[in-house]
């Protein structure tokens, strides 16, 4: 969560918009953000969009 936490601060959004804007309590994200809880791909997902990313899977190579 470092990189999406580092680019909340950046953009100057706060814990609480941010999550007013993904659709989760204010306390899950804080949770989430301090490494006490873990998000789901979906919750994942959305914050990241929120803040500008995209986030897409791979298959990896065989080994």
Known sequence: MDELSK???AWGFSLEEIARRIG???TLLAHVE???S???FKM???WAEVLGYDISLT???SE
């Open 7 to 9: 680019s909340r601060i």
């Open 24 to 26: 989760c309590s204010y």
């Open 34 to 36: 301090s490494g006490q």
């Open 38 to 40: 873990q998000p789901s």
């Open 44 to 46: 994942l997902a959305r």
């Open 59 to 61: 298959k990896k190579a």
